[in-house]
Structure formats: C-alpha cells, structure tokens
C-alpha cells in the first residue's frame, strides 16, 4: 500500500531580483496575478491534492509573507458588520490554521536542494512534495492532484514535465527517457541545462515534485555542484543510479513562469480572461488594443 502524501516544501527564500525595485519591499511570491498573490496559487494546488501540512523555506525579508497567512481579526469584523458575506469567505481562504504552517530559514542562498534539505526534520521519514510557487500552472483538474493520483498507483520519486521546443532546453532539467508510458515515463537520467543539440528529449522539469524521504539523505551528501549550489536534480539522479523508480508525469494544464516578467504578464492575461466578470471589458480592451496596433503597422 502506498503512503498518501500531505506534507508539502514551498522553497520561497529567493530575493526575486528579477522584479526589482518591486521586491525590494514585498515578497515575490505575493505580487498578485489578478487578484491572488501567487502563492495563494500554490496553496490552493496543494489543499487540492490532499496536503495538510505546509513548510515554507523562507529568508530575511519575508515577513509580508507569514502576515498573508495569519488571520486578519480587524478586517474580518469590519466586513463582517458590512455584510460582505464573498469577500469574508474570500478571506477564509488565505487563513491557515494554528500548527498548519511552519516556517524555516534558509540562512545561505546555496539552491533548491538546499533548501529542500533545510525542512529535513519536519519531513521525518514520509514522502513529500514539493512546489515551486513560480510555476503557477492553469488545469481543470490541480496538476499536484494528478501527481498524486498517478504517485498512488507507482510509489518512486516523480517530477512534473511539459515537452518544450529544443531552444528553450538549455532553460530546463531535461529528462532522458527509458520507457514512454503516455502520461507517464520512466526516466534513466537527468541533465541540467543541456545544450541545445545534447538534450536527452523535448521533456523538461517542471516545479512540481513528489520524493521520497532518501532524497534527504542523499542531499546529505552532496558537495555543491552546478553554479555553487546544492541541486536537487543530483538528489533524484543518485535514486536512478541506486535502481530506484524516478517517473516523469506529463500532467495537463498550462505552465506560466510567473519567476520572468513576460511569463507574468501572459498568465496575468490568462487568468484574467479566465474570470468571467472581466472577460467581457479585458477582452474588448485586447481587440482595441490589437485594432490600434494593426491599423498603426
């Protein structure tokens, strides 16, 4: 019988320098897509696949972060006495319950296998996953709940993949596929970043994971590796070294890298024309917009 899942790693220690001067004063991972912070995305992916428990690897300057989750007492009672009944049930949902949500530092920057390391005692012995709030991934069923659907029939360690155009390869972990199952593949290795023209397949790794508890320990011996940092690739590669089943899980959905700032804007758009209390103004904006720009080329 396999182990349900329901710890997750949310790896938020990152300065998100990429959207400066915005992050210099709040969190990346609450600059909002729409009208959620991203985040709230990952939480709400998480809770869909069963998970009850939620480790959140932070750094200095996340303060704004733990406030999102904490309860709001003032606020709740100001709308409740205006008798706005959505938006208080809106706000129960960002509230997270006492001994729910534990946080941990991650004191250096030296990668995401670090930082997954760093959450190693409240892990213990079970498997877990991981979520990168980064990726914020569109899908009518959560793409973390189809991992853990398919996890409960194969056990191993799995990784979420999404085919990518050979020039966007040396952008990713690449998988090197043994066997093509559809949804699934069993993979024989991992390469981080290929060129171009050496990637093992068009599969990349996608910031969703669910791993077994000897990943720890294999983190545990790990030097530093590509760009100084502890990466949690060479974590998955020692488990198919060791014969250990590593899978690929080519979930359905739409990926947006909300971590670069054209990514962000396309899932601003998508989500937004998603809401159909806006698609009929944002839409009309986007014709016009295209109208103008069509009428001036």
């Avoid at 959207?19 to 939480?43: G, N």
């Avoid at 941990?104 to 990668?111: D, F, N, P, T, V």
């Avoid at 996890?151 to 990713?172: D, F, I, L, Q």
């Avoid at 690929?248 to 601003?268: E, I, W």
Wanted: charged fraction near 25%; include cysteine.
């Amino acid at each position: 019988m396999k182990r349900k899942v329901t710890k997750a790693i949310f790896p938020v220690a990152g300065l998100g320098t990429r959207f400066l001067p915005a992050t210099k004063s709040i969190p990346k991972e609450i600059m909002t897509l729409v009208d959620r912070p991203l985040i709230q995305y990952a939480i709400d992916e998480a809770r869909a696949a069963g998970i009850k428990e939620f480790i959140f690897v932070t750094s200095r300057g996340k303060g704004a972060l733990e406030d999102y989750f904490d309860h709001a007492p003032e606020l709740e009672s100001s709308l409740r006495k205006k008798g706005k009944k959505e938006l208080l049930k809106t706000l129960k949902n960002t509230n997270m319950d006492s001994g729910a949500i534990a946080y941990i530092r991650q004191h250096k920057a030296l990668g995401l296998g670090h930082a997954v390391w760093c959450a190693r005692r409240l892990i213990a012995n079970e498997p877990f996953a991981v979520i990168l709030p980064d990726d914020v991934i569109a899908a009518e069923k959560p793409c973390l709940q189809q991992m853990t659907e398919a996890y409960a029939e194969t056990g191993g360690c799995m990784v979420a993949a999404m085919e990518v155009p050979p020039e966007k390869a040396p952008s990713y972990g690449v998988l090197d596929v043994k066997e093509d199952m559809g949804s699934m593949v069993s993979v024989r290795g991992m390469v981080e970043k290929p060129a171009q023209d050496e990637a093992p397949s068009n599969l990349a790794v996608i910031g969703r994971y669910i791993l077994t508890p000897q990943i720890l320990q294999n983190l545990q011996k790990i030097k530093q590796g590509a760009g100084g940092e502890i990466q949690l690739t060479d974590a998955i590669a020692q488990e198919i070294e060791a014969d250990r089943d590593v899978y690929g899980y080519r979930f359905r959905g739409q990926r947006f890298d909300c971590g670069s700032k054209a990514g962000y804007l396309q899932a601003t758009v998508s989500f937004g024309l998603s809401r159909p209390e806006l698609r009929g103004e944002f839409q009309g904006y986007l014709d016009e917009m295209a109208a103008l720009r069509n009428a001036a080329e």
